[in-house]
């Protein structure tokens, strides 16, 4: 026989203690106390992006880019007229000039890769790495856990796409000095309206890879592994790209979501004219309301192994 030796006191301060406590459930089926908002900070989820060695080589490599191209330009031979050709022969003409030489040169390719794999990576990583499932549970609703990745993911998008041009406009006024803006038309802007037209050419570069950004994250939230999803997407844009090379497609070359990807080139003009903007902001626009709500609505439905 085992004796248990007991304190009536302890006793009945647990009772009381146990009395004293309330378990119950809000409206939405969760335990009183628990909010949503505190769960995901979008604050930590940056600062976990920005840590990663990706993210950093990345950001370094966009640093480097505008050096790399001051160097290629500045070992090469001199184009020769500065006011005539295209953006490459009007490279070295001003810091602006640089800069919309460099927007030209990565936008085919380079930009619409950084948003497709900040994007691409959110969910699919950490499927990869077999931690989504603990994160559902801890609990983040699956609607605030894709919404806080997405908002993380614009956040560093967005500043790779500043931060290029504004390095290049740096290594612009130091080689190349604050001279006009030259098109390849002709027109000539001054320095203080090619700043404003450069902004503008971001924000736009910005608005138009919003469909590579959804298209991205849907692809992300079908495949476990992030290179699909990143490499999907990329792929997507380059089959754009040549598809719109095709003169035989007439018109509907204009469906394509890559068709207006170059249309910011129309700021740098005295005489500005906004139809392609328009037309490819509302086409970017349209082509991410489809496949964010796909990854939403896939996402929302998917069984989660992983």
Same mark, same amino acid.
């Given at each position: ?83 005539? /050709? ?33 994007? /691409? ?29 997405? #908002? ?45 037209? #450069? ?50 497609? /007439? ?56």
């Amino acid at each position: 026989m085992t004796t248990v030796y007991t304190d009536p006191g302890a006793i009945d301060g647990l009772e009381r203690a146990a009395a004293g406590e309330h378990t119950g459930f809000d409206a939405d089926g969760s335990v009183e106390g628990f909010s949503v908002t505190r769960t995901l900070p979008l604050r930590v989820e940056l600062v976990r992006q920005l840590r990663r060695r990706r993210t950093q080589l990345l950001l370094g490599f966009l640093v480097l880019l505008p050096f790399i191209l001051w160097a290629a330009f500045e070992f090469g031979q001199d184009a020769g007229n500065r006011r005539s /050709g295209g953006f490459v022969d009007l490279a070295t003409a001003s810091a602006p000039n640089f800069v919309t030489f460099v927007l030209f040169a990565a936008g085919s390719f380079l930009l619409p890769m950084i948003v497709a794999l900040f994007f /691409g990576d959110t969910i699919a990583s950490e499927a990869s790495w077999s931690s989504l499932k603990y994160l559902l549970s801890m609990p983040v609703p699956r609607h605030r856990l894709l919404r806080q990745k997405a #908002m993380a993911s614009a956040i560093l998008s967005l500043l790779a796409l500043v931060l290029l041009p504004l390095v290049a406009l740096l290594v612009g006024m130091v080689f190349y000095g604050t001279g006009e803006a030259v098109s390849p038309t002709g027109d000539a802007i001054p320095f203080g309206d090619s700043l404003l037209a #450069m902004a503008g050419s971001v924000g736009y570069i910005a608005v138009n890879l919003l469909w590579v950004a959804a298209l991205a994250l849907f692809l992300s939230v079908v495949t476990d592994a992030p290179l699909g999803a990143v490499g999907g997407a990329v792929l997507v844009s380059i089959l754009s790209q040549i598809l719109d090379q095709i003169t035989a497609l /007439g018109g509907l070359r204009d469906y394509l979501p890559t068709h207006f990807s170059f249309a910011w080139s129309d700021l740098i003009s005295t005489d500005i004219d906004w139809t392609n903007m328009t037309e490819g902001a509302f086409s970017a626009v349209v082509y991410a309301a489809v496949f964010g709500l796909l990854a939403a609505r896939r996402f929302r439905l998917k069984d989660v192994t992983s």
